[in-house]
T-cell receptor, first 117, second 111 residues
Framework: EDKVVQSPLSLVVHEGDTVTLNCSYE??????LLWYKQEKKAPTFLFML????IEKKSGRLSSILDKKELFSILNITATQTGDSAIYLC?????????????????FGKGMKLTVNP | DGGITQSPKYLFRKEGQNVTLSCEQN?????MYWYRQDPGQGLRLIYY???????QKGDIAEGYSVSREKKESFPLTVTSAQKNPTAFYLC??????????FGQGTRLTVV
């Protein structure tokens, strides 16, 4: 069974702190790993990672994937109260191993981040 | 504007009733997904579909049914067999090689 595990499940920090969110996975036919931020309703896309060791960066957020150890981290530096949200990690896994085959998205339980002023 | 639309935003169901949640996308995406989210939890996969007239069960398909008669539409029916249907339901679509786009969700409450 495909599995995505996030840790910690919740975290409370002060503004200005740096946080690291972890995501490990066990899936058959890995395609990509995605990070989302969910504040109220629809999750919004942050990063998609397909290759090991290549950091993706957007402002104060960055993420990297290790396909050998089967995990990814999401870093947020100089946190702000607006970073308070649930952060979701998802893995796209192919259930049809043929090229261009179909895939499904499996999500972890999410990590609730609270940034206090 | 291209996007994915879920309706209704809020839905109330009496015990023993079936209800259908709508999900429509005009992004020309092949893949569509239904997830359930309980308070403080991540997303759990109910059903997914890659092509018209084909769909696969996710991790928690019991008590739910779907259809994919058109590429744009992937409705989810919550049947009376689902014992604990109160939750937030999210629909998503993707091309398979990009990120998934989500609808705004439907909050279903059993009264």
């Amino acid at each position: 069974e495909d599995k995505v595990v996030q840790s910690p499940l919740s975290l409370v920090v002060h503004e200005g702190d740096t946080v690291t969110l972890n995501c490990s996975y066990e899936v058959t036919n890995f395609r990509s790993l995605l990070w989302y931020k969910q504040e109220k309703k629809a999750p919004t896309f942050l990063f998609m990672l397909t290759s090991s060791g290549i950091e993706k960066k957007s402002g104060r957020l960055s993420s990297i994937l290790d396909k050998k150890e089967l995990f990814s981290i999401l870093n947020i530096t100089a946190t702000q109260t607006g970073d308070s949200a649930i952060y979701l990690c998802a893995v796209a896994a192919s259930y049809n191993p043929l090229p261009g085959g179909s895939e499904k998205l499996v999500f972890g339980k999410g990590m609730k981040l609270t940034v206090n002023p | 504007d291209g996007g994915i639309t879920q309706s209704p935003k809020y839905l109330f169901r009496k015990e023993g009733q079936n209800v259908t949640l709508s999900c429509e996308q005009n992004l020309n995406h092949d893949a569509m997904y239904w997830y359930r989210q309980d308070p403080g939890q991540g997303l759990r996969l109910i059903y997914y579909s890659q092509i018209v007239n084909d769909f696969q069960k996710g991790d928690i398909a019991e008590g739910y049914s779907v259809s994919r008669e058109k590429k744009e539409s992937f409705p989810l029916t919550v049947t009376s067999a689902q014992k604990n249907p109160t939750a937030f339901y999210l629909c998503a679509s993707a091309t398979g090689y990009t990120e998934a786009f989500f609808g705004q969700g439907t909050r279903l409450t059993v009264v």
